[in-house]
């Protein structure tokens, strides 16, 4: 006798990945179409390349948020990780008054150390992932308080900080494309985050542990290194993101960061990528980073209060999760 329960169980609205960022992509082209016409001002050169700058930060951390994701991990401390590193690059430049490429590198190499403590806590201790990184976004926002003594340290004395992201190695050979450099860093990022998913082991693993972990640790895997490694990434990619916020802001702010976690793992989510893992895509997650930031700029221009733009973006994280649960139930 059949079993006609199995396809009665997938019954209902199915929603590919593919679906879901043509989706997210159709949203995106509805908040530019529909607050062009609300508002003169959101379609000019200079609000363009505002929301192309605030994309920069945000979308360099939901980068990193998104390799931890499709393990089936979380990772709260990328705001706060951020800020360290930017700390760590004003110490290195402004207290010891070393050359920019090693505050570059210090910053970078930093995130990627507290990726690494991160990893071996989840991946050596087995603390779940979410409070491992809850209690390394308070450590890392204590250690910021700490190093930089509490106050912000501005980069007025390093030549060439502030064109990490706010100059423009494009406009400066075409005049009339004015495209920021936080930009085109993180176009960089996504294309090589891009890569490592698509085409290398470190790739391949980082789908596989959030598909099934059980099933790569039974073929003779060593997960621990491939987690510890990808918590570690995804920390060098903040370090990243922490010297874009640095150079807009001309100054490494210690109280900042508590706070854009949440808009990169929004981003990361409103792009098609799977809570529960083994699935998700750079480009999904660009693509849901430019909708937080139209979102937020077009509700700025409308005089929309504060409070309730945080509303409206609640409310689409909850709706791209549901359809996320759609998918996953048509499996």
């Not at 590919?16 to 989706?23: I, Q």
């Not at 087995?126 to 190093?147: C, D, E, Q, R």
């Not at 903040?238 to 706070?259: D, E, Y």
Request: a positive charge; one cysteine or more.
């Amino acid at each position: 006798m059949t079993d006609t329960a199995a396809p009665a169980a997938k019954s209902g609205p199915r929603i590919s990945g593919a679906f879901h960022r043509l989706l997210a992509f159709s949203g995106l082209i509805a908040l530019v179409v529909a607050f062009s016409l609300a508002s003169p001002n959101f379609l000019q050169t200079q609000n363009i390349l505002a929301i192309l700058q605030a994309t920069s930060v945000n979308g360099v951390l939901a980068i990193a948020a998104t390799l931890v994701i499709i393990t089936g991990g979380i990772d709260l401390s990328v705001g706060t990780l951020m800020t360290f590193c930017a700390v760590v690059a004003g110490v290195i430049l402004t207290y010891w008054g070393l050359p920019l490429p090693l505050g570059i590198l210090g910053a970078i190499l930093a995130g990627t150390a507290s990726g690494f403590v991160s990893g071996t806590i989840i991946a050596k201790l087995k603390v779940p992932p979410f409070i491992a990184t809850l209690g390394m976004m308070l450590i890392l926002k204590g250690l910021s308080l700490v190093i930089s003594g509490t106050k912000p340290i501005y980069f007025n004395d390093t030549p060439g900080f502030n064109q990490i992201a706010l100059g423009s190695a494009v406009g400066s050979v075409f005049p009339a494309v004015p495209l920021p450099n936080g930009v085109l860093v993180l176009f960089a990022v996504a294309v090589v985050a891009a890569f490592v998913l698509s085409k290398t082991a470190l790739g391949r693993y980082t789908f596989a542990l959030g598909s099934n972990e059980e099933a790569v640790r039974l073929s003779g895997v060593n997960i621990d290194r491939w987690k510890i490694a990808v918590y570690a990434v995804t920390g060098a990619i903040c370090g990243v993101a922490g010297l874009l916020i640095a150079s807009r802001l001309n100054s490494a702010q210690p109280a900042l960061g508590q706070g854009y976690e949440l808009d990169a793992i929004a981003a990361v989510v409103i792009g098609g990528t799977s809570l529960s893992g083994g699935r998700g895509t750079v480009v999904g997650t660009l693509i849901g980073a430019l909708i937080i930031s139209v979102l937020a700029n077009g509700l700025r221009i409308l005089s929309v209060p504060q409070e309730w733009q945080t509303v409206v973006t609640g409310t689409i994280i909850i709706l791209a999760v549901y359809a996320d649960i759609l998918r996953r139930r048509a499996l």
